[in-house]
């Protein structure tokens, strides 16, 4: 039963690891879509920008979104 179970598995990650492969390279005439305001995850600036001050508000801080670094300086 368990080695049922781990080929099973195994089988499942196999396929979903080929699936990703498949994925090819965007091309250039392609990219001018993607950089569509409407492609972004938050499309609409007046609710992303009442996201943020919901964030602001209950971290009672500012900034640091959208970059990478700890808040400490040291990026």
Not at 46 to 55: E, G, K, V
Not at 57 to 66: A, F, M, Q, T, W
Request: charged residues 15%.
């Amino acid at each position: 039963m368990k080695r049922t179970i781990l080929g099973l598995l195994a089988i499942t990650s196999l396929a979903w690891l080929g699936g990703c492969s498949s994925v090819g390279q965007v091309n250039a005439w392609e990219k001018g879509n993607l950089a569509k305001p409407g492609m972004t995850f938050e499309s609409d600036p007046l609710d992303q920008r009442f996201t943020q001050h919901i964030y602001t508000s209950k971290e009672n801080s500012s900034g640091g979104y959208g970059v990478g670094g700890g808040g400490c300086g040291c990026n």
